[in-house]
């Protein structure tokens, strides 16, 4: 939930349309890709709900892309010349009908002129006002607790986990109470 927040903020910033969520089911768990200024970051290992694997491409994403403006997009410790983060897309692919495009952003000021090239626009009540957008945009949780299917099965197949990765049964017959 947090890295969603954080990459909904940067890409505010920084004037780039929102993150496009793709979250898809495999046997294993939630996998998701996040589409950040026309690149791709998708998770490497399941989740056990779609709200967990969106965090985690959008913390995959928010990672690369807080530090585009010091290091272009490569990570950590690489050199010019090597691989950069993120899987390129092609500009105007993926976000079909499912958002506004790129175009449709107005990156011109209230009197219909520009100014500061591109640095990002100010906004009147700054900080707060960036926050009250995110947090409009994030999805509410309807339930604390875990759906049935959302809960890890413990290796046995028998219930849900309930410590140490095992489930009652386990943890009884291995001593416990």
């Known amino acids: 939930m947090f890295y969603t927040m954080y990459l909904s903020s940067v890409c505010q910033r920084r004037q780039w349309p929102e993150p496009h969520y793709e979250p898809y ?3 294993t768990g939630w996998h998701c890709k996040v589409r950040v200024n026309n690149r791709e970051y998708s ?7 779609e709200g967990l694997a969106r965090d985690g491409a959008a913390q995959k994403g928010y990672m690369i892309c807080r530090n585009f403006s010091v290091n272009d997009g490569m990570g950590p410790g690489q050199r010019p010349g090597q ?3 993120g899987l390129p897309v092609a500009i105007g692919t ?10 449709s952003y107005d990156t011109a000021s209230t009197d219909g002129t520009s100014s500061g090239g591109n640095s990002p626009r100010s906004t009147e009540s700054g900080f707060e006002q960036q926050i009250r957008q995110v947090t409009q945009q994030v999805p509410k949780s309807h339930s604390r607790r875990p759906k049935a299917n959302e809960s890890y099965v413990c290796y046995c197949q028998r219930g849900p986990v309930r410590a140490y990765g095992r489930c009652g049964w386990c943890l009884r017959e291995s001593g416990w109470q």
């Open 25 to 27: 089911n495999t046997r």
């Open 43 to 49: 998770t490497e290992v399941p989740y056990a709900s």
């Open 83 to 85: 691989s950069v983060q």
């Open 94 to 103: 993926g976000r079909g009908g499912k958002r506004g495009s790129a175009a």
